[in-house]
């Protein structure tokens, strides 16, 4: 459906089962399951579908080796668990990622390899394989780019690796497939009270600068890092839950690590871990953990982050990477439970925590990726009692997230350039086919330059320089199929330069 489409089915609705606020993971997560119970459900984003935390993670599906160390088991289980539910629900964009530790000292062998063998059993029979030892020989042989100086060896294990912002939306197609009506680009500004309960929402269309009125049984808040924010409108004396964490990336050439097994350095100088992963045929590095003081749409990484990074890596591969490697850096905030005592947020768990307002808003906090379906789950059960709807069983555990046959059908009529007569789309835009632009714009709810080359391609992570050079093409045919004039060209191409120039590092 085109924008236009959806507003007219906004507009038709009274009265919704359950309102969502917030598109990142957790959100369309919710939406997906209580749509797929059967409930009526709308989900409203203030930006673009995981614009914020949910498209700047590690792009790892795992179960936190760092938080086993931390003696959180029952995090560590349940993550592990909804990881063998990722590979066999969304096959096509999550998948086995085997990883290395490197091994400098004898000590390291049993004890990470210990630790390891928990985190494999802990799995249960979805377990990807079980963690081994690797000789120096056999850890250059599937590390190539390592550092031999030192190197005794090196522990193999196994997790998985997606692209979190294509599982988004992924999440939001299943959802509407579910009947849900998902909508981006709309801001929630206040919320409808009777007798002192939340009974809706007044929002705000982005584009069309249109006002809402919007009522619901059950009205949840999935904001993320915004999630204090949503509350604060809710209730003014909320107090503040959450703590931020920066975790920043950067992304290099293959050449760095030329190797299908990522590497993990288990204690970098602030005590986290960090990763160097392929994806997408360069190579990933991160995260940094540096607490900041609010939250922030557009978080950039810090001069200081970025030559952690850097430095951490020069000592473990033989090319040395400097500033002027970085094709692209990017940072996300993780949205942490506050803890008492002045604990330091690398310390911070990523349980989820769900709570109800005296409003009865339900707000979801905490929590990461990879348990997003069952703080789904979680979310959904709560706002059900809340809100005194039907009870129905969740069914997201075996609800396959590949893609459907509708969109398989509408992206091979774009690559035969079947959509409104569009001859253009069996060209490219610096390798980029248009036809992967026209489906963003037709099915999957791209309404901005940035939009389609941050989140539903992923080139402005992966080459910012190169994301800069695509715009203006990007805009022109995006702006074909929208009906939209030269000035919205020209606006869209300064809005994503603007925002492309924190992507690379300065001169």
Known sequence: MMRSELLARLEAETMWDILIIGGGATGLGVALDAASRGYKTLLLEQDDFCKGTSSRS??????????????????????????????????????????????????????????????????????????????KSATMQRVPGLSEDGLRGGILFHDAQFDDARLGIRLASAAAAQGALVLNHFRVESFIKSSGQVTGVEARDRFSRREFTLRARGVVNATGIFSDTVRKLDSADSPDLIAFSQGSHVVLDRGFLPSETAVLIPRTDD?????????????????????????ELEPS?????????????????????????????????????????????????????????????????????????????????????????????????????????????????????????????????????????????????????????SRRTRTLLLDARKAIEMAPRVAELMAAELSMGPDWVSEQVESFRDIAKRYLPSD
Not at 272 to 294: E, H, M, Q, Y
Request: one cysteine or more.
């Open 301 to 453: 990484p810090m001069q200081e982050e970025i030559e952690f990074i850097l430095s951490h890596l020069g000592r473990l591969l033989a090319r040395q990477p400097q500033t002027k490697d970085v094709l692209s850096m990017f940072a996300g905030l993780r949205p942490l439970v506050k803890a008492r005592g002045g604990v330091a947020t690398s310390a911070l768990s990523r349980d989820h925590v769900v709570l109800v307002s005296d409003s009865g808003l339900v707000s979801t906090i905490g929590g990461k990726w990879t348990t997003y379906r069952k703080m789904a789950e979680d979310t959904v059960d709560r706002v059900v009692g809340v809100a005194g709807l039907e009870g129905r069983a969740c069914t997201t555990e075996s609800l396959s997230l590949e893609q459907t046959e509708d969109a398989r059908g509408l992206a091979g009529g774009l690559e035969r350039g079947a959509v409104d007569g569009n001859a253009e789309t069996n060209s490219e835009i610096c390798g980029l086919p248009a036809a992967d632009v026209l489906k963003a714009v037709h099915a999957e709810w791209a309404c901005t330059v940035e939009d389609v080359l």
């Open 58 to 135: 590690t792009k790892l599906i795992h179960g936190g080796v760092r938080y086993l160390a931390q003696g959180n088991v029952r995090l560590v289980s349940d993550a592990l668990h909804e990881r063998g539910l990722l590979l066999k629900n969304a096959p096509d964009l999550v998948h086995p990622l085997p990883m290395v530790i490197p091994v400098y000292r004898s000590w390291q062998v049993p004890y990470y390899l210990t630790g390891l063998n928990l985190y494999d059993l802990l799995a249960g029979g979805l377990r990807i394989g079980w963690s081994r030892f690797l000789s």
């Open 271 to 295: 005590g986290r871990v960090l990763f160097a992963i392929p994806w997408n045929g360069k190579v990933l590095a991160g995260t940094t953990d540096l607490p900041v003081p609010s939250p």
